[in-house]
């Protein structure tokens, strides 16, 4: 098997002394000797010597202390000068980035060894590798390569970093996740991360139902994870990611639609999400309606398979309806458009009956009304703002999250704590 080495050089070990090194059983590098070395470069070109191509890395310092160890070790001193190092300054961190990168995608080879041993005291690095690493687009096989200290300066055992790397990808991803609810395509195969994400996926396509489907999923994929190995230390975030999901938990057992829209609206705008939280409080405002119409028989009456019996079709009639209400009954418009109205209402009444409800809002009922199609028209307003491309600068989308906080302050108050709607 063919191998290209990056070895980022330092300043360890001691040309007059050996110390052990040996591998982790689940690192599958069989040309890699165990045994007696300077240091970690040593170990690697005596084990792979010239079937292996190499790039070194280092500042003038590393280097100049690496020539020193090969000095009589003819074959690293061959190698050595025949790949030339890299100069690197003290702290060009970027630098050694793009170097690793470049080498990776100009070597012929498609087994790539890259030893960090000597550079990991730069303890940022390591995270910076991994979550870099894990998203080229190549065909080669990586192995990320530390030597950790077994025992002091004397005994030293090769380790496969890839596990640590998927560990700061996994914790990117659920990092992402608890702020911004959506998880970002790491290619990781983890059965929680996946069901997260389709958990996600649901969740901004709006597919209400599809949610709480895949939150059942995930809830069970999140169990198995708490007692993996593969997300251990990883405990605070997963408690985030769990306080979320217990929140959508909340959302399903509640009992009635409006209340479910509404926590999922106010979630939704905790997060940023305005035009999904305002679609939703929308749909809030128009399903507590209908619980209020329902006594007045504002309801379905028949199953004729030719009517939309869903909860839109019937909200959107209480909603002309609630906007005739506010016409003057001596405008010429006013007949023409009750007449449109009572088309979308005539499932739930008959003229008479339609009549009725009207002249009873008019007289006795109009101040919650007027304050119904208050909440509809700030909602519309909201997403008119959100929805269209605006070049007007006076337009200060700005306001906003503070529109909507309010809005939802607005109906927490008037809607599910006072229930206003309840005795129209």
Known sequence: MDYHIIAILGKAGDKDKFASYSKDSDLKLSELKSGDFHNSTHCLIESFG???????????????????????????????????????????????????LESIKSAHENNIILDITHGFRHHQIIASFASTLGQINTKKSITLLFAKEVEQGKKYQYINLEKYSQISLIALSLQTFVQTLSVPNMGLKEPFITALSEFSKSLHANAFNEIFTNLDKTKSALQNAKNSDRFKGLDNILSEVEFILSIFDDIKTTKENYKKYYKFARLMCNKRYYLISATYISEAILLYALEGFKHKGFIEKNNRENIDSSHYHITSAIQSFVFLCQMQTDDEKYKQKKSQIYKKCRFYFSEDEFDELESDIRENKMQKILCLQDFIT????????????????????SAIPSQMQILLKDFKEKCLDKDFLKNL
Do not use: M, W
Not at 62 to 84: D, R, Y
Not at 382 to 394: E, G, T, Y
């Open 50 to 100: 010239k079937s292996a191509t190499y790039t070194f890395l280092g500042t003038s310092d590393s280097i100049e202390f690496q020539q020193n160890i090969f000095a009589n070790l003819p074959q690293c001193k061959a190698i050595f000068e025949t790949n030339k190092p890299i100069v690197l300054g003290d702290s060009e961190l970027e630098s050694i980035f793009h170097q690793i």
């Open 378 to 397: 700030r909602i519309k307003n909201i997403r008119n703002d959100l929805v269209h491309i605006n070049a007007n600068k006076d337009n200060n989308i």
